[in-house]
Nanobody, 118 residues
Framework: QVQLVESGGGLVQPGGSLRLSCAAS????????IGWFRQAPGKEREGVSC????????NYSDSVKGRFTISRDNGKNTVYLQMNSLKPEDTAIYYC???????????WGQGTQVTVSS
């Protein structure tokens, strides 16, 4: 079965860190740019970060720039999102996809919940 599975979410205090994983099964991630997206309660889904297939290019939304780092390990068929200095406004369900453009994503996985709260 071809799918991406997100994991690594949880409850963390403001200022804390989490590392999200996006693991592929049924296909190889190395041929794809991978995007991380998030959707907060009552808000539209938005792009967070993107990494090119070669990992030569990374992009971040202004809201996470300097705090989040995207990386990939093609040998493990996994993309990561290291999130530091977390803020309550980072609370959302985080999703990954084989596209960096929100409108190009055809289907979504279940995502992983990140809650930043004291």
């Amino acid at each position: 079965q071809v799918q991406l599975v997100e994991s690594g979410g949880g409850l963390v205090q403001p200022g804390g860190s989490l590392r999200l994983s996006c693991a592929a099964s049924g296909f190889f991630l190395r041929s794809y740019s991978i995007g991380w997206f998030r959707q907060a309660p009552g808000k539209e889904r938005e792009g967070v970060s993107c990494i090119s297939s070669s990992a030569g290019t990374t992009n971040y939304s202004d809201s996470v720039k300097g705090r989040f780092t995207i990386s990939r390990d093609n040998g493990k068929n996994t993309v990561y999102l290291q999130m530091n200095s977390l803020k309550p406004e980072d609370t959302a369900i985080y999703y990954c996809a084989t596209s960096c453009r929100l409108r190009s994503v055809g289907s979504w996985g279940q995502g992983t919940q990140v809650t930043v709260s004291s």
